[in-house]
């Protein structure tokens, strides 16, 4: 029945950290193969809280696959806030950036709130740990660049950032705040979500929510998945991109 139920999608859309690749490592080669075979016969998104340029590094480096293909992928950035499509080359159709005072403001909010629970930083940071995605704000725990290993076992139930996020919505509540990957929390503007991803999808590329079918691993409650599911897309949550391989498998199988 779920095999039925997904060869009717025209559309698979699927988050990036944790989905499609471990948290900022490079998509395998097993993983890039199945997706150059499910782009035969569907048409793919990947819509993720990464910035273009991780896109590239994560995913993009990894698909080798004609230029014909690459006409049915679509990116959609820093949890959809931008939007990437493929001709002669990728070129960016929207991007929703914030101001600078916005971002002052977020960047000043996130330490507020680190006072106000007395927040104890991890004594190893790899990286930025507040960094400027343009469109959006991430606050990375152990840093942009920690080790997928060390970032797994910071916050798996993520009780940490819930903690951050309840008090942060406080100082921002005209900002979009959700939970992503496995350490962070990404702030966009107010509405512009994975949710606001769906709609630029309906109106850019004419497909319909009952063609649509999203694969990630953060449609929890809070999580930078869930607003797919509440703009009424079906889901299929995931917890490793192994789950993502026999999906994928199952797809271009049948």
């Known amino acids: ?26 998509m395998d080669f097993k993983m890039a193969k199945l997706l150059e075979e499910l782009l035969k016969v569907k048409f793919v998104a990947v819509m993720s809280g990464g910035k273009y340029q991780q896109f590239q590094k994560q ?19 820093t ?18 950036e914030l101001t600078k005072d916005e971002k002052e403001k977020i960047i000043d909010s996130f330490h507020k709130v680190f006072k106000d629970i007395n927040y104890q930083a ?3 940071i790899y990286g930025e740990v507040l960094e400027d995605r343009l469109s959006q704000i ?9 080790p997928t290993k060390e970032k797994e076992k910071w916050d798996p139930k993520q009780t940490k950032r819930l ?9 921002l509540p ?8 496995t350490t962070s929390i990404d702030v966009t503007k107010k509405g512009i979500d994975k949710a606001y991803g769906i709609r630029q999808i309906e109106k850019y590329l004419k497909f319909k929510k009952s063609e649509m079918i999203f694969i990630g691993d953060a449609l929890f409650e809070g999580g930078n998945d869930e607003p797919v599911k509440k703009e009424g897309v079906d889901c299929i949550a995931i917890k490793s991109p192994e789950d993502t391989k026999q999906i994928i498998k199952s797809m271009i199988e049948n």
């Open 174 to 181: 005209e900002m979009e705040i959700k939970i992503g990957g």
């Open 79 to 96: 949890c959809a806030t931008q939007f990437y499509k493929f001709d002669s080359q990728w070129a960016k159709i929207y991007s929703e």
């Open 138 to 146: 991430t606050f990375s725990a152990l840093g942009q660049e920690a």
């Open 122 to 124: 991890p004594k190893e």
């Open 1 to 26: 029945m779920l095999l039925k139920f997904m060869l009717e999608k025209k559309l698979i859309i699927f988050d990036l950290d944790g989905t499609l690749a471990e948290s900022k490592s490079e």
């Open 59 to 77: 995913f993009l480096k990894s698909l080798n696959c004609q230029k014909q293909l690459l006409k049915k992928l679509y990116l959609f950035p």
């Open 163 to 171: 903690e951050i996020t309840n008090i942060l919505i406080n100082y």
